[in-house]
T-cell receptor, first 111, second 111 residues
Framework: QKEVEQNSGPLSVPEGAIASLNCTYSDRGSQSFFWYRQYSGKSPELIMSIYSNGDKEDGRFTAQLNKASQYVSLLIRDSQPSDSATYLCAVKERGAQKLVFGQGTRLTINP | SQTIHQWPATLVQPVGSPLSLECTVEGTSNPNLYWYRQAAGRGLQLLFYSVGIGQISSEVPQNLSASRPQDRQFILSSKKLLLSDSGFYLC??????????FGQGTRLTVV
């Protein structure tokens, strides 16, 4: 079982709709969770970090964490064409001191 | 503020040649340092991570090695490059449990 799993997509969403991205992880002791956005040919940039169960909102982005289900998600409201990118879920495992990424979900927002 | 520098941005090397990629971090001390590789259209593969000077953890058996000669310097090396070493190499830093930040990446093409 992979440590961090994401649906590779592509996920296609019409402009203005809500995009929903999902991620599961295997280490139940994981404590830190991150979402990164990566445009083609560029390095990843941090969108959201979340450390406790529940929702965390930042502008059009909402991260959701459910540690019991080992599940973290990212919602993008009012999707824009500029949101088209690959979204990477990352998990910091307790004790291991290493940051592990999922394979990423390619998101396309259609005008 | 903290910054991370990674160079060069692009590199074309013949098979069998050596490799040295350097990454330095400014504005922080004792960071965790990471080397990732990303093949075209794929996720981030963790190659090495380091929690301190001289402390290197290798994630994947391969043709590469890493060193951390100074607190904020991380070097990725190879004695003889293979075609399969081609990819996008990313250096990153973080502090325990907190978000990671990436360098601009090096696109390596082995010919």
């Amino acid at each position: 079982q992979k440590e961090v799993e994401q649906n590779s997509g592509p996920l296609s969403v019409p402009e203005g709709a809500i995009a929903s991205l999902n991620c599961t992880y295997s280490d139940r002791g994981s404590q830190s969770f991150f979402w990164y956005r990566q445009y083609s040919g560029k390095s990843p940039e941090l969108i959201m970090s979340i450390y406790s169960n529940g929702d965390k909102e930042d502008g059009r982005f909402t991260a959701q964490l459910n540690k019991a289900s080992q599940y973290v998600s990212l919602l993008i409201r009012d999707s824009q064409p500029s949101d088209s990118a690959t979204y990477l879920c990352a998990v910091k495992e307790r004790g291991a001191q290493k940051l592990v990424f999922g394979q990423g979900t390619r998101l396309t927002i259609n005008p | 503020s903290q910054t991370i520098h990674q160079w060069p941005a692009t590199l074309v090397q013949p098979v069998g040649s050596p490799l040295s990629l350097e990454c330095t971090v400014e504005g922080t001390s004792n960071p965790n340092l990471y080397w990732y590789r990303q093949a075209a259209g794929r996720g981030l593969q963790l190659l090495f991570y380091s929690v301190g000077i001289g402390q290197i953890s290798s994630e994947v058996p391969q043709n590469l090695s890493a060193s951390r000669p100074q607190d904020r310097q991380f070097i990725l090396s190879s004695k003889k490059l293979l075609l399969s070493d081609s990819g996008f190499y990313l250096c990153a830093w973080d502090r325990t449990l907190l978000e990671a930040f990436f360098g601009q990446g090096t696109r390596l093409t082995v010919v």
